[in-house]
């Protein structure tokens, strides 16, 4: 078939959550089919990244925005009931754009990545529309507000109803939608969305993350993201100034290390704290992973799926997170990962399985496993291929 992928961001480099699910989407599912990208750049330096894409797709085009067109884009046009994140991605030219492609070819499905991109086809009956909410944005930005900022709770008092109310209404103008986990699809499908919709999840690549054969391993405690996002920085804040120094009181060698592009100052502050090591980006991750020895994402707000809790247990760490992460991975707490909502339980957790080598290697082994028959890439090609039956039916 042939695809049109619609994204507010190039998806590449794979190196953030949202760019890392539309980019294995477009690569596996080019094994199949005919794809041309259509997509924002915020700087024309960005359009360099463009040939790392070049082998997946029949056609890349991009529409160059900056971030101040953007901004003033979203503030003429608040009158409008749209979420802050869709009038900040308004754009003529892009709409222009999409409507050029869809007259000049034909396309047998457009996929639209995120709800930001969903108002440029929304209002169309053909081809089959895909829209990929990825997350329930709303889910997490409600449970983050005990955790922002007088600022931002001000903000997401304007945009957290937009956001539900759009959440809401936008499933029912594709023919299906898709989300990142059951727990995000139980929670827009309870607030009355459209029952189009549809989970299809993350992978991993699991010959990149894998164990490595390893000695005795440094009492370590890693962390992953992309750290100037917000859930990451306070995750790291809360794993470093009340989890750590419990402890530290029984095994004070232990430390802490952050990996991961774009360390906000908080972050590179917490470098300042004996036994933290503000790492950033590391070229090889697993191997940093295998250097380590319990991965722990202590995070207090989240939605869909962490790509990072995934990445480690493919890697064979043993992992230690919260219940609102391990909602949408769906393992056994105890048996594929630890769940621990509190500084207490963490810090015990941790503990016990640097003081039971025997345990951390039994929870990792069965972590892996688990993410090896549950998180597939491919999958997605079995999704495309039930609906490209349906469009052959018709």
């Not at 990545?113 to 409600?142: C, G």
């Not at 023919?175 to 459209?194: F, H, K, M, N, P």
């Not at 070229?283 to 989240?302: G, S, W, Y």
């Not at 995934?310 to 707490?333: F, H, R, W």
Request: charged fraction near 25%; aromatic fraction near 8%; include cysteine.
């Amino acid at each position: 078939m042939r695809i049109l992928f619609l994204t507010a961001r190039l998806p590449y480099p794979p190196t953030r959550g949202d760019r890392l699910r539309a980019y294995h989407f477009l690569r596996v599912l080019s094994r199949e089919h005919q794809i041309t990208l259509l997509s924002f750049i915020a700087d024309e330096s960005e359009s360099a990244n463009a040939a790392y894409l070049r082998p997946y797709c029949a056609d890349i085009h991009l529409v160059h925005r900056t971030p101040w067109q953007s901004k003033i884009t979203a503030g003429l046009n608040l009158w409008r009931p749209l979420p802050l994140q869709s009038l900040y991605y308004r754009s003529a030219v892009m709409q222009e754009a999409v409507d050029r492609l869809l007259a000049r070819q034909r396309f047998d499905v457009v996929y639209v990545h995120l709800f930001r991109m969903a108002q440029y086809v929304s209002n169309r009956d053909s081809p089959f529309r895909i829209l990929d909410l990825t997350d329930a944005i709303s889910q997490e930005i409600r449970r983050s507000l005990p955790y922002q900022s007088l600022y931002w709770r001000l903000i997401y008092r304007f945009e957290l109803p937009r956001i539900a109310r759009y959440e809401q209404e936008i499933p029912r103008h594709f023919d299906q939608t898709w989300l990142i986990s059951e727990a995000d699809r139980q929670a827009l499908v309870q607030g009355g969305a459209a029952e189009n919709i549809r989970v299809v999840h993350n992978g991993v690549d699991i010959d990149r993350y894998r164990p490595a054969t390893r000695g005795p391993v440094a009492p370590v405690l890693a962390f992953v993201g992309h750290m100037s996002v917000f859930h990451n920085v306070d995750a790291v804040e809360f794993l470093v100034h009340e989890i750590l120094p419990i402890v530290r009181q029984e095994i004070p060698s232990v430390q802490v290390h952050i990996i991961g592009d774009d360390p906000s100052p908080r972050v590179q502050q917490l470098a300042n704290v004996p036994g933290v090591v503000v790492a950033g980006h590391v070229v090889d991750l697993n191997a940093a992973l295998n250097q380590t020895a319990i991965f722990v994402a202590p995070l207090r707000f989240a939605a869909g799926i962490q790509n990072k809790v995934l990445e480690a247990m493919a890697a064979g760490l043993p992992v230690i997170t919260t219940s609102y992460v391990n909602d949408g991975a769906e393992a056994e707490d105890g048996r594929h990962l630890i769940v621990a909502d509190d500084a207490p339980s963490a810090a015990r957790a941790i503990l016990e399985l640097l003081n039971d080598p025997e345990r951390r290697e039994q929870l990792g082994r069965a972590g892996r496993d688990f993410v090896m028959n549950r998180y597939r890439w491919e999958d997605v090609l079995d999704q495309i291929r039930t609906i490209e039956t349906q469009i052959s039916a018709k």
